[in-house]
């Protein structure tokens, strides 16, 4: 049994849409199946068997969470550091 990261891309009504880090399957799961206080951009960590998401292992893990947070706040920092302003000249 291998242990997985997958992102909660959205939630749409009670169906939550995941993402799996390892090779960016798409899936869709009942919220009723993943750990309460599951939210847009949660990240969970999820056993599988033969490449099958064992939702009842769900883990919430909050700290790679926020490292993701703050790696994607630097980036956009960056980016504001390195643009001169101005309107674009065609």
Do not use: C, Y
Not at 30 to 45: A, M, R, V, W
Request: aromatic share 4%.
């Amino acid at each position: 049994m291998d242990k997985r990261i997958w992102t909660v891309d959205r939630i749409e009504g009670d169906v939550a849409v995941l993402v799996s880090d390892t090779n960016n399957r798409i899936v869709e799961v009942n919220l009723k199946k993943l750990p309460k206080g599951t939210k847009e951009k949660s990240i969970l960590h999820i056993f599988e068997r033969r490449d099958q998401p064992i939702w009842g292992s769900a883990v919430l893990d909050e700290s790679i969470e926020v490292q993701r947070k703050k790696k994607a706040e630097a980036i956009v920092e960056d980016l504001k550091q390195r643009d001169p302003g101005g309107d674009i000249k065609v």
